[in-house]
């Protein structure tokens, strides 16, 4: 098993093991010329929440066929329908689209030292519109607490004209002023979900 791969299935954390998952494939899709996948959906939750949000899966979008590619040949997993698995790593690895919603500009890097890697994670403000599209139209209450959460924690680092004009473009800025109008200081029960749909 190569390093890295080792140090993905000696993570102290599934955060961790994420961090340096995410982090190898960048790496490895990068060395094939494509750009590296970016983090989205529940997995992009369990990081920005230390993992007290739990995925049960790696949501990725990117360049699908060099996703494929490298992880087919490090022997590791194998293509079950839309997912990738590998029983030795522990993981289910999905990459349903090519691009994110939302801005790359927004994207942020995340350095990981243990394997000298980075990691591409959706923009915070992108990621709480995804919550939102879910807890509106999917009506998930999980997910309309896990918007609050994420607005309350990253409240000082969000750009709030980018986070509303996204909602408005995706017909959610009514739950989004709801939440903001809320009391500071609040408290929103954190909750933990299995395997999204």
């Not at 954390?13 to 340096?20: P, W």
């Not at 739990?54 to 990725?60: A, E, F, K, Y």
């Not at 680092?157 to 509303?164: G, N, P, T």
């Amino acid at each position: 098993m190569e390093p890295e791969l080792g140090k993905v299935k000696g993570a102290r954390s599934e955060v961790e093991k994420l961090l340096i998952f995410g982090a190898w494939l960048s790496k490895k899709v990068r060395e094939k010329g494509a750009k590296p996948p970016i983090v989205v959906g529940g997995s992009a939750v369990e990081i920005y929440s230390f993992g007290h949000y739990t995925s049960g899966d790696v949501d990725l979008v990117g360049t699908r066929e060099a996703v494929k590619d490298v992880l087919l040949s490090s022997g590791y997993f194998r293509e079950e329908g839309r997912l990738f698995v590998s029983d030795e790593l522990e993981l289910f690895v999905e990459v349903p689209d090519d691009s994110p919603a939302g801005s790359y500009e927004k994207v942020r890097v995340i350095k990981v030292p243990e394997i000298e890697g980075e990691v591409y994670v959706i923009g915070i403000e992108d990621l709480i519109v995804d919550r939102l599209c879910a807890c509106v139209f999917r009506k998930s209450r999980d997910d309309c607490a896990w918007a609050e959460y994420l607005i309350r924690k990253y409240r000082n680092e969000i750009d709030l004209s980018y986070l509303r004009e996204r909602a408005e473009e995706e017909k959610v800025s009514r739950m989004l002023e709801a939440i903001l109008s809320k009391r500071e200081g609040r408290n929103v029960r954190r909750r933990r979900s299995r395997h999204e749909p």
